[in-house]
């Protein structure tokens, strides 16, 4: 029995496991979530992950990898030469970003920019090479999502962006479909891939190719929260205005646009469940079905688990405010909880050499 993890995987993903195990060379792509702080929770999953299993791969063919928001940061440093160094370095910068006060609209931006300059090297002599490093890393192909702006969303001026969203939030009490005529669904991949991407949730998707001209600003933009945080401007498409992909991947689901493949998909993750959009967090019967996630393997921290750490819940966004008067505290409590998550890693990995995977997996 897992002592700190559950791993779960849809239909297709659990016949596999139960007939085959689990290796590297099963995997076809690995998705990561939209959730702020909550990332905090698995960095030594994540760490495990990239350093170490995806290191036994023995096929040639690059793995693709998709993110929103802080899932699109997190595999950005992961695609990196040394994902673990990356990884950790990440989340020490996501921990000590500090507001002493002041949480506005400058401020949330110049911390986030301090991340993102480490994973892509900008301003740094030492590391200019990080978009380099990963447009050129032959074991992955990343894929960022972020979200195209239409309608009220599509405006500079925040309090409009604040009508858009509070429209959609209502709306979201009756349809999935809230985000309609305000947002687009616009993924940026490495030049090399070749997926297509076919839409089947009522939300087109515009594919842009990444380079040098349009990286950072892509990255950011998967992470930039309406209202809280500037938009962000793709010099190619001057009309609009781009915003956080969690508004509609929050928990990306293949289903709704991934492409059709034989591998699977390994998605780390800090829950049990998966949620469409930002708005169904809201709602806690509004989840992903198990057939939206027919080649998936989730692996989480159990519940056990996650009652065992500060506060007895994973990091969230909340934590800043709830400690504002008292950053050092927050750094302590983060701090443990990545040093905790290490042994996510270690779990995952044993498992997976034991050979007998199959006994500890469970349906989605």
Not at 340 to 346: C, D, F, I, T
Request: proline share 5%; aromatic share 10%; glycine share 8%.
């Amino acid at each position: 029995m897992l002592t700190n993890l559950t791993i779960a995987a849809g239909p297709s993903a659990y016949a596999h496991i139960q007939k085959n195990g689990l290796s590297a060379d099963d995997i076809a792509a690995i998705f990561g979530a939209s959730g702020a702080a909550k990332w905090l929770a698995i960095t030594g999953l994540d760490s495990a992950v990239f350093g170490s299993f995806m290191k036994q791969r023995q096929k040639p063919q690059a793995v693709d990898l998709f993110g929103t928001s802080v899932g699109a940061f997190k595999l950005a440093a992961a695609a990196r030469q040394d994902p673990a160094q990356s990884l950790e370095q990440m989340a020490d910068l996501y921990i000590h970003q500090s507001y002493d006060g002041d949480a506005g609209f400058d401020k949330i931006d110049s911390e986030t920019d301090k991340i993102l300059n480490a994973i892509t090297g900008a301003g740094d002599k030492q590391t200019l090479r990080g978009v380099e490093e990963i447009l050129t890393n032959p074991a992955y192909h990343l894929h960022i999502g972020a979200v195209r702006c239409h309608g009220l969303l599509n405006h500079r001026d925040r309090k409009w962006q604040a009508l858009a969203l509070v429209q959609a939030g209502m709306g979201s009490l009756i349809s999935a479909k809230h985000l309609r005529g305000l947002a687009e669904r616009v993924v940026f991949s490495d030049p090399r891939s070749q997926l297509n991407f076919e839409a089947r949730d009522g939300f087109p998707v515009r594919h842009t190719k990444l380079d040098n001209s349009n990286f950072a600003a892509a990255l950011k933009a998967s992470g930039s929260i309406p209202v809280y945080m500037p938009p962000v401007d793709i010099l190619a498409d001057a009309s609009h205005i781009y915003h956080d992909g969690g508004m509609l991947d929050y928990h990306p689901i293949p289903a709704n646009f991934w492409p059709q493949h034989d591998g699977l998909i390994l998605y780390p993750h800090f829950y049990d469940h998966f949620k469409n959009r930002w708005f169904d967090k809201f709602y806690p019967w509004r989840r992903a079905s198990a057939d939206q996630l027919d080649k998936v393997v989730m692996i989480a921290p159990n519940r056990d688990y996650v009652a065992r750490l500060p506060d007895g819940k994973i990091p969230s966004r909340q934590d800043f405010v709830k400690y504002v008067k008292n950053e050092p505290l927050r750094f302590a409590k983060w701090q443990n909880v990545v040093a905790r998550s290490y042994a996510l890693g270690e779990e995952f990995l044993a498992v997976c050499a034991s050979g007998d995977i199959a006994a500890h997996v469970r349906p989605l």
